[in-house]
């Protein structure tokens, strides 16, 4: 923690996590690449400005470019023309040697838009534009998640309709859901299939392996839940009506071949909307920006806000997985948390926020009175916005950041260890039953073990402003919220010792060197760590 310049005093961890308020409580770029760029204008939905609109634009040039570049998105078509870029399988193999798990995370986001540069595209696409990225290698994404999986997971594993898998289509401009109770078999999936029905696979990490690495991997670049849906399309036929999401879309394409348009938020209020849409007609959506046809290995991004739909063509099935992410991830949800706090402590610190309303404020505010010519509304708001401006003072930003960081923990998936994870964690721990008995029981942690956090995000120090507790990661479901956020209380002589450790990632750090009053203190505290898998050894134990 940091230390006063002032009094030249250390402060410690547990001290600084009291003073949070109650009121919050719960890559390098690729090389030899040849890109063909086609930049289409945006035309606001085929509906032209008028004449008076043009001519009053005219008059405000500086309005009218900073409009432009609002509004005027680009969209963009990349085709890779060598068949450059790692296999999946492969490149799991080879992430799984990456000892800093930030960096894999970065490889993995960087593998899944090539070719773009994570830089170019973060600058100039994402939350931006839609962009199609065409590899013309139908075995990019090969491992990810296949049409055999589908029909395994079906036969082996616990398919709930509505829960796990939908039943939909899209015919005559109307979407239906056709669920039926129970369990999702193949002999009853398979035959909507044939009669024209998609699939969509709500949560396919709880039932792929592969799927679950993938997601766990990238939550850590976004900082944000990663999530995906699997849909499974007949040919010629459409399983979902124009719409557009609340989240971040990668549309991968795995099998086959689907026809998308891509269509621009219809206003500025649609622009990163917080919710995502209903069913839209197509005479509601103007033109696309964006028809394309995604071919196995192809991508397609598109932000929150833009609509879209996707057909399959008649002479073959498709296979995508959509992967997904942002979604409640604005500037606008931190302060939903900071505001009710700040507020709530501003009327208990400051007198100007408790103070009376005028007595006749009724009789000149309010709707039925916003038209009227009367100084007292404009004193009114005149002090209404002064409170505004002070309130940011109150303004307990950590501690509303610590709210929505322990919704986000909630949220995660475990991660998928690699094998030296395993080996150096509780799970590849060599304690065990053998010939009658329980051999290596009494192989401790010591004060000379080199440990870490067993991945950079996996655990976060956050206070209810009476008790500091870390929340982790590691013994969350891969079903969605199926359990309660894992955290446990953290004693006041751990704090200190606990910001060195998540600070000190990717270094390993002897148990030795913890910031603790004795060694059986940092010991037990390693101990606790290592048993819910939150650190990891630098040798196996």
Same mark, same amino acid.
């Given at each position: 923690?940091?230390?006063?310049?002032?009094?030249?005093?250390?402060?410690?961890?547990?001290?600084?996590?009291?003073?949070?308020?109650?009121?919050?409580?719960?890559?390098?770029?690729? $090389?030899?690449?040849?890109?063909?760029?086609?930049?289409?204008?945006?035309?606001?939905?085929?509906?032209?400005?008028?004449?008076?609109?043009?001519?009053?634009?005219?008059?405000?040039?500086?309005?009218?470019?900073?409009?432009?570049?609002?509004?005027?998105?680009?969209?963009?078509?990349? /085709?890779?023309?060598?068949?450059?870029?790692?296999?999946?399988?492969?490149?799991?193999?080879?992430?799984?040697?990456?000892?800093? $798990?930030?960096?894999?995370?970065?490889?993995?986001?960087?593998?899944?838009?090539?070719?773009?540069?994570?830089? $170019?595209?973060?600058?100039?696409?994402?939350?931006?534009?839609?962009?199609?990225?065409?590899?013309?290698?139908?075995?990019?994404?090969?491992?990810?998640?296949?049409?055999?999986?589908?029909?395994?997971?079906?036969?082996?594993?616990?398919?709930?309709?509505?829960?796990?898998?939908?039943?939909?289509?899209?015919?005559?401009?109307?979407?239906?859901?056709?669920?039926?109770?129970?369990?999702?078999?193949?002999?009853?999936?398979?035959?909507?299939?044939?009669?024209?029905?998609?699939?969509?696979?709500?949560?396919?990490?709880?039932?792929?392996?592969?799927?679950?690495?993938?997601?766990? @991997?990238?939550?850590?670049?976004?900082?944000?839940?990663?999530?995906?849906?699997?849909?499974?399309?007949?040919?010629?036929?459409?399983?979902?009506?124009?719409?557009?999401?609340?989240?971040?879309?990668?549309?991968?394409?795995?099998?086959?071949?689907?026809?998308?348009?891509?269509?621009?938020?219809?206003?500025?209020?649609?622009?990163?909307?917080?919710?995502?849409?209903?069913?839209? $007609?197509?005479?509601?959506?103007?033109?696309?920006?964006?028809?394309?046809?995604?071919?196995?290995?192809?991508?397609?991004?598109?932000?929150?806000?833009?609509?879209?739909?996707?057909?399959?063509?008649?002479?073959?099935?498709?296979?995508?997985?959509?992967?997904?992410?942002?979604?409640?991830?604005?500037?606008?949800?931190?302060?939903?948390?900071?505001?009710?706090?700040?507020?709530?402590?501003?009327?208990?610190?400051?007198?100007?926020?408790?103070?009376?309303?005028?007595?006749?404020?009724?009789?000149?505010?309010?709707?039925?009175?916003?038209?009227?010519?009367?100084?007292?509304? /404009?004193?009114?708001?005149?002090?209404?916005?002064?409170?505004?401006?002070?309130?940011?003072?109150?303004?307990?930003?950590?501690?509303?950041?610590?709210?929505?960081?322990?919704?986000?923990?909630?949220?995660?998936?475990?991660?998928?260890?690699?094998?030296?994870?395993?080996?150096?964690?509780?799970?590849?721990?060599?304690?065990?039953?053998?010939?009658?008995?329980?051999?290596?029981?009494?192989?401790?942690?010591?004060?000379?073990?080199?440990?870490?956090?067993?991945?950079?995000?996996?655990?976060?120090?956050?206070?209810?402003? %009476?008790?500091?507790?870390?929340?982790? /990661?590691?013994?969350?479901?891969?079903?969605?919220?199926?359990?309660?956020?894992?955290?446990? %209380? @953290?004693?006041?002589?751990?704090?200190?010792?606990?910001?060195?450790?998540?600070?000190?990632?990717?270094?390993?750090?002897?148990?030795?060197?913890?910031?603790?009053?004795?060694?059986?203190?940092?010991?037990?505290?390693?101990?606790?760590?290592?048993?819910?898998?939150?650190?990891?050894?630098?040798?196996?134990?």
């Amino acid at each position: 923690m940091q230390t006063r310049k002032m009094e030249c005093k250390h402060v410690s961890a547990f001290a600084l996590y009291q003073n949070v308020p109650k009121e919050l409580t719960p890559a390098a770029e690729p $090389s030899s690449l040849q890109l063909t760029l086609k930049k289409k204008k945006r035309k606001e939905n085929g509906i032209q400005h008028t004449k008076a609109i043009k001519k009053a634009k005219r008059s405000h040039v500086g309005m009218k470019m900073k409009r432009l570049a609002q509004k005027e998105r680009l969209t963009e078509e990349i /085709t890779c023309l060598e068949r450059n870029g790692e296999a999946l399988d492969a490149l799991l193999i080879d992430l799984s040697k990456v000892t800093n $798990s930030r960096e894999r995370a970065s490889k993995l986001f960087q593998w899944l838009i090539f070719p773009i540069p994570s830089k $170019s595209f973060l600058r100039d696409t994402w939350e931006k534009k839609p962009i199609h990225i065409s590899r013309k290698n139908e075995d990019y994404y090969k491992g990810l998640f296949s049409t055999a999986e589908f029909d395994r997971i079906l036969r082996h594993d616990d398919v709930q309709y509505g829960v796990n898998l939908d039943i939909t289509s899209y015919t005559n401009g109307k979407r239906e859901t056709h669920n039926p109770p129970g369990r999702a078999l193949p002999f009853t999936v398979w035959d909507f299939y044939e009669n024209g029905c998609s699939l969509r696979m709500v949560n396919p990490q709880a039932f792929s392996s592969t799927v679950w690495n993938v997601l766990s @991997i990238l939550q850590e670049h976004f900082g944000s839940m990663a999530g995906a849906n699997v849909y499974l399309t007949p040919p010629g036929t459409q399983g979902f009506a124009p719409h557009y999401d609340d989240i971040e879309a990668f549309v991968v394409q795995l099998e086959g071949k689907k026809h998308w348009r891509v269509y621009n938020p219809r206003s500025e209020e649609e622009v990163l909307p917080v919710l995502s849409s209903s069913n839209f $007609s197509q005479s509601e959506i103007g033109k696309p920006i964006l028809e394309v046809v995604l071919e196995a290995g192809d991508l397609l991004y598109f932000p929150r806000g833009f609509i879209h739909q996707g057909n399959c063509l008649p002479d073959t099935h498709s296979l995508h997985i959509t992967i997904s992410s942002y979604q409640k991830n604005s500037w606008g949800d931190v302060l939903m948390k900071v505001v009710p706090a700040a507020l709530e402590m501003a009327m208990e610190e400051d007198v100007e926020f408790r103070r009376g309303l005028p007595l006749d404020y009724l009789t000149f505010m309010g709707v039925q009175n916003s038209d009227k010519d009367d100084p007292r509304r /404009t004193q009114f708001l005149s002090h209404i916005d002064r409170l505004i401006k002070k309130l940011s003072t109150y303004a307990p930003v950590d501690a509303a950041v610590d709210q929505k960081a322990i919704h986000f923990f909630h949220d995660c998936l475990p991660p998928m260890l690699t094998p030296e994870e395993h080996e150096t964690s509780v799970h590849g721990a060599p304690t065990r039953w053998q010939d009658g008995e329980a051999k290596d029981v009494g192989r401790h942690i010591r004060s000379q073990t080199r440990v870490r956090l067993i991945r950079a995000g996996c655990a976060r120090l956050c206070s209810d402003g %009476e008790a500091v507790h870390l929340y982790y /990661t590691a013994d969350n479901s891969r079903v969605y919220h199926k359990e309660e956020p894992k955290s446990f %209380e @953290i004693k006041p002589e751990h704090t200190d010792a606990m910001e060195y450790l998540i600070n000190s990632y990717p270094e390993y750090v002897t148990v030795g060197s913890l910031p603790c009053e004795s060694s059986e203190v940092k010991i037990s505290l390693a101990e606790v760590l290592f048993e819910r898998a939150i650190i990891h050894t630098a040798a196996p134990l």
